[in-house]
């Protein structure tokens, strides 16, 4: 379960869009009107600098509640808390019958490591929005840090069911489907992640993985191939692909190349983890196999990474 101790770091984000992407169709969302202009984004996706967060809640108290919550988000983005928890205050009171107000005291109560005034914060933001994808989201990962595994789970899916453009529900069903040998749901999870990002790295290598582990050597080379042509750098990436090269397809020469690239992507120091095996050692090994092979032949086939991965 290690591997989804990651969604402790992550902050669901809310954005206003100019216009609505989706309707909200529950008769019993008090809140429609706070929540039919609103998508989730990825705090990842948004570029925010520090100024973009007041400095006081009379720079947007007499704004509209768009307004507020940008600047909420913002502030989020940033790591200023006290200002998410004033903006907070000031959504929950000017715009009641939005769910945001609530929502935001529930991040800043986490924050705090406050975990049961969060979950009574998120609880009060599900009251007027019970549909709505990031607070069902909120409501799982605050499940999770409380131990409660089987309950998170049911929430993340419900997040998922009510938005799919909730990339982390994605990959936090995805590693948990893994783990349980659940090689199809896994797999449609991944991509379903890779569908909303598709540069999304972790997204991509979940396909590779689990494509891997199938034995689906063409499904995990392109997966890896656009991994590695927007990720050049990821060590992970390169791995995976030269081992398909050699373990999937006993393509030497291939994995050969792949391996010999890694190489001088560290010697260049260009890779975002430390070779952790010896990899003179494994491209030694893989010469000989290409001589034995074919003795004076070496694959002239373009390394994956180099070619226009199509989208």
Known sequence: MKKLIFITACLGLIGCAHQPTTK?????????EFVSPVVPQSLRMVETRRGDCPRSINAVKASGWKVQVQAANACVRSGQWSMVEDLGNQLAQAHHL??????????????RNDLGRAAWMNELALK????NGLLLFQQGRLQWLARDQVAALKSFQAAIDADAR??????ILGQQAFLNNDLKTAAI?????????????????????VAMKGKDSKVAGEALAQAIFHHPGSFRARLKQAQVF?????NFPMALEAYKRMRGLE???????????????KIRQLEGAVKEVSPNQLSQR???EEKKVQK
Do not use: C
């Not at 050699?246 to 006993?250: A, F, M």
């Open 24 to 32: 909200t169709t529950a008769g019993d969302d008090l809140g429609k």
């Open 98 to 111: 939005g769910p945001w107000g609530a929502y935001y005291l529930s991040l800043a109560a986490e924050h």
């Open 128 to 131: 007027k929005a019970p549909k």
């Open 166 to 171: 909730l990339t982390e529900a994605h990959m």
């Open 189 to 209: 999870r991944f991509q379903s992640a890779v569908s909303n990002e598709p540069r999304h790295l972790p997204a991509l290598l979940g396909v590779a993985e």
């Open 246 to 250: 050699e373990i999937l397809e006993k």
């Open 267 to 281: 010697k260049e120091r260009k890779l975002d983890a430390r070779v952790d095996f010896d990899l003179d050692g």
């Open 302 to 304: 373009d390394p994956a």
